[in-house]
């Protein structure tokens, strides 16, 4: 069984800065699980921008707690051993968890919260298990805070935008706000990436670097009762023309210190339209409610591209040029392309 006397191969890096160039291949002993955690052998890990965020020093001085520090807290695999007091699980199951803020998905093993961690079908696939955690709970969450509906008999048929939609986050908010089959749902994205935002159930997909696109409004004029913001450098000035005359609201998933000032200014003026920054804590549940779309054939993972551990680095790359579309996945396993 898996311990400490055992090694496994991660990534790390020991410094703030230093983007990609800066992770290190290395070799760490296996890690042993605390009291209610789980060991888990990784199948596969998502990057998400926060982590690279993190390693940018955008939340020190308390994240990463301590160096060297393996990154990635999104992550799919096969529980190994359980810590005292873990409950819900049994080695062998597979799994999908988010490790929040202790991250190690850019290893062989990681150990992981039993709370923070759900069983995964047999019918969702490794790479579609990675994305749950957090991409597709962001943006489930998200959905709910702006007041939109999953279920065509429950609750009013909104106008929905959705921002950088061809991205982790917003491909499956483009999914999800399509569900109920009465909202009617404007995406903005890269040109190359309109038919693949309409695929995914975008009623009007619009070119960000249009007129249109930047206006935040498609030809039909229809104005939007929620936004889900997954891009970054909007003002609210941007946003206030393009909500609903009756009031709306904006979910910022990448809130800066401006747009808190101003959500705090909405929240004390009772305002109708107003911003809400979003911070997400992922629940058990909510995972196990994506992972039955995901099986129902509902939702799907949008998968950008795919590396070994061993070209981490290179997952890290894109993701930080901000150019990819959907998820980017490493995988455990050496073939992955």
């Known amino acids: 069984m898996p311990s400490s006397s055992r090694t496994m191969r991660a990534v790390q890096y020991d410094k703030y800065g ?23 052998k990784v199948e ?24 060297p520090f393996t990154p990635v807290c999104e992550l799919t695999g096969e529980v190994v051993e359980l810590g005292a007091g873990a409950s819900g699980f049994k080695p062998g199951d597979k799994i999908v968890a988010v490790n929040f803020p202790g991250s190690g998905g850019l290893a062989e093993y990681a150990v992981v919260s039993a709370s923070n961690a759900a069983l995964r079908p047999p019918e ?29 008999g429950d609750g009013p048929a909104k106008n929905v935008l959705v921002t950088a ?3 982790g986050v917003g491909a499956f908010a483009v999914q999800l706000a399509s569900l109920a089959g009465h909202n009617h749902v404007t995406a903005t994205c890269g040109a190359r990436n309109l038919d693949l935002v309409r ?9 960000y670097k249009t007129p249109e696109g930047a206006a935040l409004r498609g030809s039909s004029g229809r104005k939007h ?26 979910v910022d998933l990448t809130p800066l210190i401006a747009s808190v000032a101003v959500a705090v200014l909405h929240w004390l003026c009772f305002s109708r339209k107003r911003l809400v920054p979003l911070i997400v804590s992922t629940k ?3 995972m196990e409610t994506l ?21 981490a680095h290179e997952g890290w790359a894109k993701s930080m040029s901000g150019h990819a579309t959907g998820k980017i996945i490493v995988e455990m396993g050496e073939d992955a392309e």
Not at 127 to 141: D, F, R, S
Not at 201 to 207: N, Q, R, S, T, V
């Open 225 to 250: 009762d929620a936004v889900v913001h997954c891009a970054e450098g909007f003002p609210w000035s941007a946003f206030k023309p393009a909500l609903a005359d009756a009031g709306g609201v904006v």
């Open 44 to 67: 596969a890990a998502s990057i998400n921008p926060l982590d690279w965020r993190f390693q940018k020093g955008n939340g020190r001085p308390f994240l990463p707690s301590k160096f």
């Open 284 to 286: 058990k549940e909510d």
């Open 291 to 311: 992972m039955g779309l995901v099986v129902q054939g509902k939702i799907r993972a949008v998968v950008d591209s795919r590396y070994p551990l061993s070209r």
């Open 165 to 167: 939609a061809s991205g």
């Open 18 to 40: 230093g983007g990609a160039e800066g992770l290190k291949h290395v070799e760490v002993p296996v890690p042993s699980p605390k009291k209610g955690q789980l060991l888990v």
């Open 199 to 207: 695929s995914l159930g975008a009623d009007e997909a619009l070119d």
């Open 124 to 152: 969702v696939s490794v790479a579609e298990g990675a994305c749950i955690p957090i991409a597709a709970a962001t943006a489930l969450v998200a959905l709910r805070k702006a007041g939109v509906s999953l279920d065509a």
